[in-house]
């Protein structure tokens, strides 16, 4: 007995020093999750009028909402979540596209996957391949889950992002702003962070398409 405790005792100045570079690590993981899921995509600014050269039909009797999608960020199913809570509060009020953005080299298979379909189900939604991000790019889209906002009379009313932080959804500023001013109100912000995967990190892309 007296020697199980000896040894009991000769190993714990070992034990202590392994928990506490444990709770360390594991308080810097949580951390570095917490500065991810809060860090937004580059800041751009969307063109103060439609883009005439987009390919997309803007719609003169209503307002015409735009998201730009990239299909393998996880980010981008709670975006096309908000979208949808958007659309149902929306009431036909608004003529939305979803873009999803396809990088040269990929099939249509990498873009067209389960989120397409969610997307796709959402009525009042017109979804399309954004090849190369042509779109995005008259857009000055960057990050995946941006959206833009223009009135009937082509003019940006709205832009950024729809989601509260990356991968997340719930109530915040983007979703409420659009449905006011799609109510004709007028929120206290017309622009908004966005969180969602870049569009132009041809890193990620690569690692994706395999």
């Not at 953005?101 to 099939?107: D, L, T």
Request: with cysteine.
């Amino acid at each position: 007995m007296r020697s199980t405790c000896m040894r009991a005792l000769r190993h714990k100045p070992l034990i202590l020093p392994g928990v506490i570079l444990w709770v360390i690590a594991a308080g810097f993981g949580f951390l570095k999750l917490a500065r991810f899921e809060n860090a937004p995509g580059e800041a751009t600014a969307a063109p103060a009028q439609w883009p005439q050269s987009s390919e997309i039909r803007r719609d003169a009797s209503r307002p015409t909402l735009v998201i730009i999608l990239h299909p393998q960020c996880a980010c981008s199913r709670a975006a096309v979540g908000e979208l949808a809570i958007i659309m149902s509060q929306a009431e036909g009020r608004a003529d939305a596209h979803a873009l999803f953005f396809r990088p040269a080299g990929v099939g249509k298979e990498w873009v067209q996957n389960d989120l397409w379909g969610d997307a796709s189900s959402i009525p009042g939604v017109h979804v399309r391949i954004d090849d190369q991000g042509k779109e995005a790019r008259l857009f000055h889209a960057t990050a995946s889950g941006a959206v833009v906002l223009y009135d009937r009379d082509g003019r940006l009313i709205f832009e950024g992002g729809i989601t509260p932080s990356r991968s997340h959804s719930g109530d915040n500023a983007g979703r409420s702003a659009i449905v006011a001013l799609l109510d004709g109100g007028r929120p206290e912000r017309s622009r908004t962070f966005v969180f969602g995967c870049s569009l132009l990190d041809s890193r990620t892309l690569a690692g994706d398409s395999k």
